[in-house]
């Protein structure tokens, strides 16, 4: 427990200190850095201790008197509040006061009420809360270590925009203490009160610019969050106030009237899709794209998105066979296919990333609908990689936008050549996400067998045609990084240094992961599983046929010949890159290109019909005109919209009633 406490504290400590800094400052610079390597050793050490105690199979609670703990929350729920509506007034925002109020009002009823008290434990340590510790440890301290010279070269680009790096250095900090207390807490109070200080982080990190676009997003993104969270705190009211329980454990084991405890369920999962920003609620995930990229990168792989994920897995073995399981992997299913369709018509490097984001989101959030524990198994691998991968990413992208000035995926040809440190990190995300053996597609390979032995045929077709677009649009990235002019040339490396020692870790432990996902299944995963789906599933599974699996029959759904088969392929990926800039150093005679014109002699440009010299550039077809943001996307929020409020009626019929 003082670990956790650690864990959670610790983050806003540091928060409180940077705030106060001076800009530039080497005090500044070691305080954050020494902030995050702390927060990574505690987060390491953490799962490593919990992982050797003998109770972990069954979980590890704490605190069971907590009204101290409880009063300051609710004044912390009172100021977030306070914040969330001065600012809605300074914008004229005002729909924003009524989801806060919402959310809120009935917080602080239940906490000075004293309705919400139990003598029950607030705080569980489990295998799932490991593994989102380490996710949440390594990615997001390494992401704020990366954002100290990213924030200063931002600030040397955009003069225009108003330095306030300490403040921006603290909330990614606040992000970190935040998601340890969400991931760690049993109690649905203080799981929201989590949950709700992350929607705050988030809006007030995406409208750091100040600009009209950055607040308009960091407001859409505030609103959605809200709607979540008043759907959050309806679960929490019905469960107080009518199950007469309060922790999610019990939640989960309720067995009295199985059919009650879908309402809650069925909201909780509505607070998880808004957060993990599934269709219709992806626009807000879009709009993040503006703010400063360690936050892009901090949401989309350690935070707020992951959040809703992890809520969903959690709530996995009482999803099976109902109708929030139906509608949950409905909207996961589709959001995987429709988003990756969209990533392939855009070429802002972020947007792509963004879409990609949303796209595997979908992919996790269909496998804790599904409510197999197959597919559960594959979303939580799924949760790790995507973290991993997606996180090195972004920052690649940003760093490379640093330094060239564009993030445009147009203007990456030719990046083995001009920044070759660069391009081979981004070719092992780019492997990592859409190539055997890395583990998204390991994880995905299990996922397509629990959608097909679950009997969700049109999860089977999602994840097809979802993996096929996906590829397609990683390729046509792959391709520009290796398209190489004649007579290129490298270019000087601006990347900070600081910057490289969180890009290059995370390419580390990308290619790591492909050979240790095994034992990860082995003494992490399947124990959860195991745990997890020994009780709830027995109870609501509507065939009664649950079958629990052990870590040699998990590990066993892909063969030893496979595994050979992956080997190879993931020496052929670390040789690619090396290869490539093998073959750009030959010398050799070199024929010019035809460009149907006059050659103008450096392989580089021709003459035109006019006679004008024109540069030669490969470019990639991104078919907007067929499945383009302009054509889908709103037919798609449309149809889920519809959708969605058709099974949440449903479902809370259901749930009330039956």
């Not at 809605?88 to 009823?109: C, D, E, Q």
């Not at 398209?483 to 990308?510: N, Q």
Request: charged letters at 15%; a neutral charge.
């Amino acid at each position: 427990m003082p670990v956790l406490a650690f864990l959670i504290l610790f983050p806003f400590a540091v928060a409180f200190v940077l705030f106060f800094m001076k800009k530039d400052s080497p005090a500044r610079t070691a305080v954050t850095i020494a902030g995050a390597l702390t927060e990574l050793s505690a987060s390491i050490y953490f799962a490593a201790d919990n992982l050797m105690h003998k109770d972990m199979t069954m979980g590890v609670y704490y605190l069971s008197e907590t009204h101290t703990i409880d009063m300051v929350i609710a004044a912390v729920e009172l100021c977030l509040m306070l914040l969330v509506c001065s600012q809605a007034v300074r914008f004229r925002k005002y729909y924003i006061i009524l989801l806060s109020l919402f959310g809120t009002i009935p917080a602080l009823w239940l906490d000075f009420a004293g309705l919400a008290e139990t003598t029950a434990s607030h705080i569980k340590v489990d295998h799932l809360t490991v593994i989102m510790a380490l996710v949440v440890g390594i990615v997001g301290s390494l992401i704020c270590i990366y954002a100290i010279g990213y924030i200063k070269d931002y600030h040397r680009h955009h003069k225009e925009f108003k330095d306030r790096s300490g403040y921006f250095l603290s909330m990614l900090f606040v992000f970190l203490g935040a998601m340890m207390g969400l991931i760690s807490s049993d109690n649905l109070s203080w799981m929201y009160f989590f949950w709700e200080i992350t929607s705050v982080c988030s809006f007030l990190l995406i409208g750091y610019s100040s600009t009209p676009e950055a607040v308009t997003n960091s407001f859409r993104a505030l609103w959605m969050n809200l709607l979540g969270g008043c759907g959050f705190m309806a679960a929490i009211l019905f469960s107080v106030l009518v199950m007469e329980l309060t922790n999610i454990s019990q939640l989960l084991m309720f067995s009295a009237i199985p059919s009650v405890a879908l309402f809650p369920v069925a909201m909780l999962a509505f607070a998880a899709l808004t957060k993990s920003a599934q269709m219709p609620f992806s626009r807000w995930l879009l709009g993040a794209m503006v703010a400063p990229t360690p936050t892009s990168a901090l949401l989309h792989s350690a935070t707020m998105v992951k959040a809703g994920v992890y809520l969903l897995l959690r709530l996995a073995p009482m999803m099976k066979g109902t109708n929030v399981g139906i509608m949950v992997t409905a909207i996961g299913g589709f959001t995987f296919f429709a988003a990756s369709l969209l990533a392939i018509t855009v070429s802002d490097g972020k947007k792509v990333l963004a879409y990609s984001t949303i796209s595997n989101l979908g992919l996790i959030t269909a496998a804790a609908g599904c409510g197999m524990q197959e597919a559960v198994w594959a979303g939580i691998m799924l949760l790790i990689f995507h973290a991993v991968t997606k996180s090195m990413m972004f920052m690649s992208v940003g760093a490379y936008e640093n330094s060239t000035g564009t993030r445009d995926v147009e203007d990456m040809h030719g990046m083995i050549v001009r920044h070759p440190k660069l391009a081979c990190v981004m070719i092992i995300g780019i492997f990592g996400m859409s190539v055997v053996p890395m583990g998204m597609c390991v994880a995905k390979w299990a996922a397509l067998r629990a959608f097909i032995d679950s009997g969700y045929i049109y999860l089977t077709l999602f994840l097809c045609f979802g993996s096929a677009t996906t590829l397609f649009y990683w390729t046509k990235w792959l391709g520009k990084i290796f398209s190489v002019s004649f007579g290129s040339t490298h270019y000087e490396d601006k990347v900070r240094v600081t910057e490289w020692s969180a890009i290059y870790p995370m390419a580390v432990t990308a290619i790591l992961l492909c050979f240790v996902y095994p034992l990860i299944s082995g003494y992490v995963v399947v124990p959860y599983i195991n745990n997890a789906f020994s009780g709830a599933v027995s109870r609501l599974a509507t065939d009664g046929a649950s079958v629990l699996m052990s870590g040699s029959e998990k590990v066993a759904a892909i063969e030893t010949e496979d595994f050979v088969i992956m080997g190879v392929m993931l020496i052929c990926m670390c040789l690619l890159p090396l290869a490539m800039r093998y073959v750009n150093r030959v010398k050799e005679r070199r024929v010019l290109s035809y460009m149907s014109g006059f050659n103008a002699g450096d392989d580089r440009g021709f003459y035109g019909s006019r006679g004008e010299e024109r540069e030669q550039r490969l470019a990639n077809w991104y078919m907007e005109s067929i499945f383009g943001e302009s054509k889908i996307l709103r037919p798609c929020l449309v149809l889920t919209s519809l959708f969605l409020v058709a099974m949440m009626a449903l479902c809370m019929t259901g749930g009330l009633f039956l």
